[in-house]
């Protein structure tokens, strides 16, 4: 009799092997910061704490002997800081979807930030009524009795059926709204840069369709207006990717057999990070892009990872894009040129204007436009800066730099590969 009174409920269970799991999942993380601890000397950890965790205890030495108060404080403080600064990185901060610099990215980010508000309210109400309840009618002491049995509560359920409709209803409203104003094409009087973008593994293609740059095709980096209205024609050539850069707007799906838009006017100029956010194969998390939001008129001064930077006006850059490539001034960048044209590359790569390979790559778009690679910040879709370095190593072996990279590989020796990087630093 007395065993069957000993047999755990399911919920004893329940409780037991999930406060196992979270001891599973947290002792990574508790034993790297006791180590911590320990190097910050003398604190010498509870026993139970170093039992829980597989630590060594330190030597009883006469200084650490005693038991200290201070240490599961630390450690507890160790822990909210290591939490909160988690998230941190100055690398990876442009990427902050709440620091938003257009305006559809202020619309999502207003949302955000309004459920956010109502949700704190909402968690705040609840928590506090449990909290009340729990305290005020708990169980007297040598009180057995069973509370009143009743029943349903007519006024009770109308208020918490009433209470969330009304606060659904005003959530939903401005929802409604910032959704059309999201897919609103931008007013056809105003000056508006259209851009087809194509999601390609894993680089991405940019034709211009209006204004200055009107039939420039380029790769990777995009380039637009602060203030000017940005239409993008969204679409892929092989499998579903997204076009996401945090700080503009939300994502947008890059879809083969399909035509997306994309509408928003950039506020700030500046230089952003962005990264294809659909799992698309061996190099997605290697395809990057970045967006360039040029100044209306005169150059200005912005700042990126740390560094200064001047942008020209959106119209200085476009006319210079629009350029065909600068011929090779030196006989080395001649050499250079020779190279890239023997070595294939005009096969898969455009250079508008270089002799005996513009006509062959004029129609090709299996590989990114180097008309002006050499202006480019980055190369291999934000993976690499673009140095010549960087550029030797990525055309002696693309597949090295990016697994599964759709550039062959053509056997070089290191001269010949410096020799066309050389020449294709020199497109600016
Ligand atoms: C079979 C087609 C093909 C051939 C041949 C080819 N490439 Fe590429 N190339 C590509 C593709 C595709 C990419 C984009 C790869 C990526 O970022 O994932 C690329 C990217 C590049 C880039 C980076 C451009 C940018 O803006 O990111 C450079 C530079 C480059 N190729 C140079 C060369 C040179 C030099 C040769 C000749 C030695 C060459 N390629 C031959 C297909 C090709
Ligand atoms: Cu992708």
Known sequence: MAKVAQARSPYAVLVRSSAKSLRFCLSPTTRWAGRMLRTIQPIRLPDW????????????????????????????????AIAAVAGCSTELAPRDTHATIS??????????????????????????????????????????????QNHGDARLELIWTAIPTVI???????????????????DQNQKIIEIDVTGKQWWWDFTYKSGTANGLQTANEVHVEANTAVVMNMTSSDVIHAWWIPRLTGKRDATPGRTYPLYF??????????????????????????????????????????????????????????????APATPELEKGAK??????????????????????????????NLTHVGSRMTIAANTLLN???????????????KPGAKMTKIAMTPDEAAAIAAYLTSLK
């Open 339 to 368: 190279l890239f044209r023997d070595k294939t590359c005009p096969a898969c790569h455009l250079v508008k204007g270089l002799e005996g390979a513009e006509s062959a790559g004029q129609s090709v778009t299996t590989g990114p």
């Open 387 to 401: 140095t010549p370095q960087n550029l030797a190593k990525w055309i002696q072996d693309p597949q090295a730099v």
């Open 49 to 80: 704490y170093t039992r829980q965790f597989g630590l060594l205890s330190p030597a009883r030495t006469g200084s650490t002997s005693r038991k200290s108060l201070l240490s599961p404080v630390l450690l507890i403080a160790a822990i909210i």
């Open 103 to 148: 305006d559809s990215g202020n619309i999502s980010s207003f949302f955000y930030k309004m459920l956010l508000y109502v949700d704190i309210v909402i968690g705040v109400a609840v928590f506090g009524f449990l909290a009340v309840a729990i305290v005020r009618f708990r169980r007297a002491a040598g009180d057995d009795s069973l509370p009143p």
């Open 265 to 326: 006017t950039p506020l700030e100029p500046g230089i952003y990070d962005g990264q294809c956010a659909e799992l698309c194969g061996a190099s997605h998390a290697v395809m990057g892009t970045k967006l360039f939001v040029h100044p209306p008129a005169k150059e200005v001064e912005v700042e990126y990872a740390g560094k200064k930077y001047t942008l020209d006006s959106y119209e200085t850059w476009a006319r210079e894009q629009m350029a065909s490539s600068v």
């Open 168 to 186: 659904v209803v005003v959530i939903t409203i401005p929802m409604l709204v910032g959704l059309f104003q999201l897919a609103k094409h931008p």
